[in-house]
């Protein structure tokens, strides 16, 4: 068996090294690199663009171009991640949390250089893994069911006590929401419409693509409008020596990218978990474990950024896993794959593993040498990447919004993906002003579905007796043990639970910010009411959600209230369902405005939203690519003012851009308006009306 598996894997890298081959995988890890740095779009796109492409290849050719793509889009997530604070994915969020502090204090470099280098050894390591386990795991994959993805999801969900930092009742508040976000659409048993507002966009529920992007993206640019600064103000260690010194980071925490990326592999193998939760699932762990995380990560420590890449880019080595040797995609992207596989007789299952095993190696050995690649063509572009932090915010702003606008359109491709994107922006920027963690939100919107549909299937299937199973019992004591070890620890801390008490008094200590928390709760009862007439199977997972939720907020409201002064946040009834009593961190980026007068703040957030909202009703009229250019040069001109000789350049240049990629080569279907309807004629001149 070993000398078959040596003698397959040697003979697809011989058939892979073929220089036609070789520029197919090149020109797909270029596609990757482009898509991963565009905020939104994603790989997703690319992937079903060159699927008709691979028809008169062979299928070690049509394989090396598409995963040099799928394989690239999560090495070029980082560098807006970093730059701007703006996930060029979904699973690139965590990177911001680090990569962007240390961007802002002139290690753009070092924070980019991490990033590939941990990238390219998580994608390595991920196709290594892929090879090795492809034939040992079949057997034990074969065993694992709707039960065991469960507790996988559960296990996930149990990492908000990490992700919640030091503000534990605020996180599990807000992963209740998240919990809830997930559960709008029509409900999988029942087909109970479930907080719709009785629109078509909610019956699949909000996409995740215009969520994060509003949750993470919005709010820093938000913040760099209000500060009206560059992200960084020196180019003093964006240099040679940076990115030396972020490569070497790499090596120095071998340990660290190791645990991260087998992490990333075995996650990325589970369908439904999806790249969204890894990096944050990584992070987490990274914290739990690293010397003195508590006390640096979100402040711009290094191992933070490694610990979301490495497991950001093995997810695909995983992901590939249950899809060739079961047909079971692992990711969106794989179930693209899987059309491939089609269009050249490929049947997954136990033909990829005897008769076809040469082409399964050669996939391995496409996501090992476009992580490579693409790696090393980072660094090629990296000092120039890294400059672009030092631009003023106006000269950024146009652009990166324009395109952010654009990739968020890529959720459902419905003018509801827009409104998805400002009311989660207007929601991020707010909680990031408040101190409320946004990772868990994200978490408990993306374990949720998981949660949920495979609770459903679970007990139709095999009633109780789910309960008795083997790693269904040891994940759901880890994630049992998960929760209550803060619990234990926190009471041994205070010297029992009558310390831990011991900071309440009975006068209450209100400020303007306790609004949020009531607003909260107005629409957790709000969502709690409108459930109550529902179907008893469709509210009853709901119900419980949403009021342990409504409990968490309250008693987060109740313990700031009530808290004595100089008492910290995070002791007592706050801290009962803390990771860990010494953890101070604060698990999300803090607010940089600090320099700026709350009445300025507040007028200039409103400025900011105001050049959204405009945006959005140019767009309604006169469609997207004709108010690309209009917004460069109104929001460079007014905010700048700018000169004419950069703003008509970058107008011209950004609508070239995206008229050519996204209108001509992806032929996006822009939404209709008012000018189309009012004049059809113009709908053949000018795109996208």
Same mark, same amino acid.
């Given at each position: 068996?070993?000398?078959?598996?040596?003698?397959?894997?040697?003979?697809?890298?011989?058939?892979?090294?073929?220089?036609?081959?070789?520029?197919?995988?090149?020109?797909?890890?270029?596609?990757?690199?482009?898509? &991963?740095?565009?905020?939104?779009?994603?790989?997703?796109?690319?992937?079903?663009?060159?699927?008709?492409?691979? %028809?008169?290849?062979?299928?070690?050719?049509?394989?090396?171009?598409?995963?040099?793509?799928?394989?690239?889009?999560?090495?070029?997530?980082?560098?807006?991640?970093?730059?701007?604070?703006?996930?060029?994915?979904?699973?690139?969020?965590?990177?911001?949390?680090?990569?962007?502090?240390?961007?802002?204090?002139?290690?753009?470099?070092?924070?980019?250089?991490?990033?590939?280098?941990?990238?390219? $050894? &998580?994608?390595?390591?991920?196709?290594?893994?892929? &090879?090795?386990?492809?034939?040992?795991?079949?057997?034990?994959?074969?065993?694992?069911?709707?039960?065991?993805?469960?507790?996988?999801?559960?296990?996930?969900?149990?990492?908000?006590?990490?992700?919640?930092?030091?503000?534990?009742?605020?996180?599990?508040?807000?992963? !209740?929401?998240?919990?809830?976000? /997930?559960?709008?659409?029509?409900?999988?048993?029942?087909?109970?419409?479930?907080?719709?507002?009785?629109?078509?966009?909610?019956?699949?529920?909000?996409?995740?693509?215009?969520?994060?992007?509003?949750?993470?993206?919005?709010?820093?640019?938000?913040?760099?409008?209000?500060?009206?600064?560059?992200?960084?103000?020196?180019?003093? +260690?964006?240099?040679?020596?940076?990115? %030396?010194? !972020?490569?070497?980071?790499?090596?120095?925490?071998?340990?660290?990218?190791?645990?991260?990326?087998?992490?990333?592999?075995?996650?990325?193998?589970?369908?439904?978990?999806? &790249?969204?939760?890894?990096?944050?699932?990584?992070? !987490?762990?990274?914290?739990?474990?690293? +010397?003195?995380?508590?006390? /640096?990560?979100?402040?711009?420590?290094?191992?933070?950024?490694?610990?979301?890449?490495?497991?950001?880019?093995?997810?695909?080595?995983?992901?590939?896993?249950?899809?060739?040797?079961?047909?079971?995609?692992?990711?969106?992207?794989?179930?693209?794959?899987?059309?491939?596989?089609? =269009?050249?007789?490929?049947?997954? !299952?136990?033909?990829?593993?005897?008769?076809?095993?040469?082409?399964?190696?050669?996939?391995?050995?496409?996501?090992?040498?476009?992580?490579?690649?693409?790696?090393?063509?980072?660094?090629?572009?990296?000092?120039?990447?890294?400059?672009?932090?030092?631009?003023?915010?106006? $000269?950024?702003?146009?652009?990166?919004?324009?395109?952010?606008?654009?990739?968020?359109?890529?959720?459902?491709?419905?003018?509801?993906?827009?409104?998805?994107?400002?009311?989660?922006?207007?929601?991020?920027?707010?909680?990031?002003?408040?101190?409320?963690?946004?990772?868990?939100?994200?978490?408990?919107?993306?374990?949720?579905?998981?949660?949920?549909?495979?609770?459903?299937? /679970?007990?139709?299937?095999?009633?109780?007796?789910?309960?008795?199973?083997?790693?269904?019992?040891?994940? %759901?004591?880890?994630?049992?043990?998960?929760?209550?070890?803060?619990?234990?620890?926190?009471?041994?801390?205070?010297?029992?639970?009558?310390?831990?008490?011991?900071?309440?008094?009975?006068?209450?200590?209100?400020?303007?910010?306790?609004?949020?928390?009531?607003?909260?709760?107005?629409?957790?009862?709000?969502?709690?009411?409108?459930?109550?007439?529902?179907?008893?199977?469709?509210?009853?997972?709901?119900? =419980?959600?949403?009021?342990?939720?409504?409990?968490?907020?309250?008693?987060?409201?109740?313990?700031?209230?009530?808290?004595?002064?100089?008492?910290?946040?995070?002791?007592? $009834?706050?801290?009962?369902?803390?990771?860990?009593?010494?953890?101070?961190?604060?698990?999300?980026?803090? /607010?940089?405005?600090?320099?700026?007068?709350?009445?300025?703040?507040?007028?200039?957030?409103?400025?900011?939203?105001?050049?959204?909202?405009? %945006?959005?009703?140019?767009?309604?009229?006169?469609? $997207?690519?004709?108010?690309?250019?209009?917004?460069?040069?109104?929001?460079?001109?007014?905010?700048?003012?700018?000169?004419?000789?950069?703003?008509?350049?970058?107008?011209?240049?950004?609508?070239?851009?995206?008229?050519?990629?996204?209108?001509?080569?992806?032929?996006?279907?822009?939404?209709?308006?008012?000018?189309?309807?009012?004049?059809?004629?113009? +709908?053949?001149?000018?795109?996208?009306?």
């Amino acid at each position: 068996m070993e000398a078959n598996m040596l003698d397959a894997a040697s003979t697809a890298l011989i058939t892979l090294l073929d220089p036609w081959r070789l520029f197919l995988l090149s020109a797909g890890v270029i596609m990757g690199l482009v898509l &991963g740095i565009l905020p939104g779009i994603g790989g997703l796109a690319g992937t079903a663009l060159l699927l008709p492409f691979t %028809f008169n290849m062979d299928p070690y050719a049509a394989m090396a171009l598409l995963l040099g793509l799928a394989s690239t889009t999560a090495t070029g997530d980082p560098i807006p991640a970093i730059l701007f604070g703006v996930p060029g994915g979904a699973g690139s969020a965590a990177t911001v949390l680090d990569g962007l502090p240390m961007a802002k204090r002139g290690e753009a470099s070092r924070a980019l250089s991490a990033a590939y280098m941990s990238s390219m $050894l &998580g994608g390595i390591f991920g196709a290594i893994l892929m &090879g090795i386990s492809l034939p040992i795991l079949r057997p034990i994959m074969l065993y694992i069911g709707s039960p065991e993805l469960l507790a996988f999801a559960v296990l996930g969900i149990s990492m908000v006590a990490v992700l919640s930092g030091n503000t534990p009742l605020r996180g599990l508040t807000v992963a !209740g929401i998240g919990l809830l976000i /997930s559960m709008i659409g029509s409900d999988p048993q029942t087909g109970t419409l479930r907080w719709t507002l009785d629109t078509l966009y909610l019956w699949e529920g909000p996409p995740l693509v215009p969520i994060i992007l509003g949750l993470f993206a919005l709010p820093e640019l938000a913040d760099l409008a209000i500060g009206r600064t560059a992200i960084a103000g020196n180019m003093a +260690k964006t240099d040679a020596r940076g990115m %030396f010194q !972020g490569a070497k980071d790499c090596f120095t925490h071998w340990w660290l990218v190791l645990r991260c990326s087998w992490l990333g592999a075995a996650l990325g193998a589970v369908p439904g978990i999806g &790249g969204a939760v890894i990096d944050w699932l990584a992070y !987490g762990h990274a914290l739990r474990t690293e +010397k003195g995380a508590s006390q /640096s990560f979100g402040k711009g420590d290094v191992r933070g950024v490694i610990a979301s890449e490495s497991a950001n880019n093995s997810r695909e080595g995983g992901a590939l896993v249950p899809t060739v040797a079961f047909g079971v995609p692992g990711s969106a992207g794989m179930a693209i794959l899987m059309g491939a596989f089609m =269009i050249h007789g490929l049947v997954p !299952g136990p033909d990829m593993l005897s008769k076809h095993l040469n082409v399964t190696y050669a996939m391995v050995w496409s996501v090992a040498l476009a992580n490579i690649l693409g790696a090393g063509l980072c660094y090629l572009f990296s000092e120039q990447f890294a400059r672009l932090a030092t631009l003023r915010y106006t $000269l950024i702003m146009p652009t990166v919004l324009g395109i952010i606008y654009i990739g968020a359109f890529q959720g459902a491709r419905n003018w509801g993906d827009l409104w998805t994107l400002l009311i989660f922006g207007l929601l991020g920027w707010t909680m990031k002003q408040m101190k409320f963690p946004r990772p868990p939100l994200v978490l408990g919107i993306v374990l949720g579905e998981v949660v949920e549909r495979y609770l459903f299937i /679970s007990i139709q299937r095999y009633g109780v007796q789910w309960f008795s199973r083997p790693i269904v019992i040891v994940l %759901f004591a880890m994630a049992l043990y998960g929760l209550l070890r803060p619990l234990r620890q926190d009471i041994k801390g205070h010297g029992g639970i009558k310390g831990m008490l011991s900071g309440f008094g009975i006068t209450p200590q209100l400020n303007p910010k306790q609004l949020f928390h009531v607003f909260l709760l107005c629409v957790i009862g709000w969502a709690l009411l409108e459930a109550s007439s529902w179907n008893f199977s469709a509210k009853i997972v709901p119900l =419980i959600v949403g009021g342990l939720a409504f409990a968490f907020c309250l008693f987060s409201l109740l313990n700031e209230v009530f808290r004595q002064p100089g008492e910290a946040v995070s002791t007592g $009834l706050a801290s009962a369902v803390q990771s860990d009593v010494q953890q101070k961190i604060h698990m999300d980026l803090e /607010s940089d405005t600090d320099h700026v007068l709350t009445r300025t703040l507040a007028i200039r957030g409103l400025i900011f939203f105001g050049w959204l909202l405009a %945006f959005m009703g140019s767009m309604a009229v006169i469609g $997207l690519i004709p108010t690309v250019p209009l917004f460069v040069i109104l929001y460079m001109r007014l905010e700048g003012p700018e000169p004419w000789k950069l703003v008509i350049p970058q107008a011209i240049g950004l609508t070239i851009f995206v008229y050519f990629l996204f209108d001509q080569l992806l032929t996006i279907p822009w939404p209709p308006t008012y000018i189309g309807a009012w004049f059809p004629a113009l +709908k053949g001149l000018i795109p996208s009306v």
